[in-house]
Nanobody, 124 residues
Framework: QVHLVEAGGGLVQAGDSLRLSCVASGRTHSIYSMGWFRQTPGKEREFVAAITWIGMSTKHADSVKGRFTISKDNAKSTLYLQMDSLKIDDTAVYYC?????????????????WGQGTQVTVSS
C-alpha cells in the first residue's frame, strides 16, 4: 500500500502563487507515475499534471500549462505542484495520486492510490 499526504493548500488572491506538496510512504518502489488532479463540487475530478517517478517526463493540462509546474524529489519521496498566476477558476480540492502504470498517466482510473486532498481557494 502507498500512503499519500498532501499539504500547502490555502486561501490566496488571484495572481498569487502556492506550492502544494505530497509525501509518499509505504510501498513507494511500486510507483511509476504520480499526478495531481482537482475537483470542484458537482464536477468530475480532472487531470492537472503528471510526472514519471523514474526520469523526468511531465505533462500538464492545457488549462494550467505555463502557470503550473509539477516536480518531484525522489530522495524525499515528495511530489510538488508549483502554481503561479492563480485564477479564480483554479479553486478546487487538489488531490495527489500514484500509479503503478508505466509512463505518463492522465486517466484518473489508472491511478491506484490517492491522498485526502487539500483545498485551494482563489479569491478576486
Amino acid at each position: 500500500q502507498v500512503h499519500l499526504v498532501e499539504a500547502g493548500g490555502g486561501l490566496v488572491q488571484a495572481g498569487d502563487s502556492l506550492r502544494l506538496s505530497c509525501v509518499a510512504s509505504g510501498r513507494t518502489h511500486s510507483i511509476y507515475s504520480m499526478g495531481w488532479f482537482r475537483q470542484t463540487p458537482g464536477k468530475e475530478r480532472e487531470f492537472v499534471a503528471a510526472i514519471t517517478w523514474i526520469g523526468m517526463s511531465t505533462k500538464h493540462a492545457d488549462s494550467v500549462k505555463g502557470r503550473f509546474t509539477i516536480s518531484k524529489d525522489n530522495a524525499k519521496s515528495t511530489l510538488y505542484l508549483q502554481m503561479d498566476s492563480l485564477k479564480i477558476d483554479d479553486t478546487a480540492v487538489y488531490y495527489c495520486a500514484a500509479s503503478q502504470t508505466l509512463g505518463i498517466v492522465t486517466d484518473r482510473g489508472a491511478y491506484d492510490h490517492w491522498g485526502q486532498g487539500t483545498q485551494v481557494t482563489v479569491s478576486s
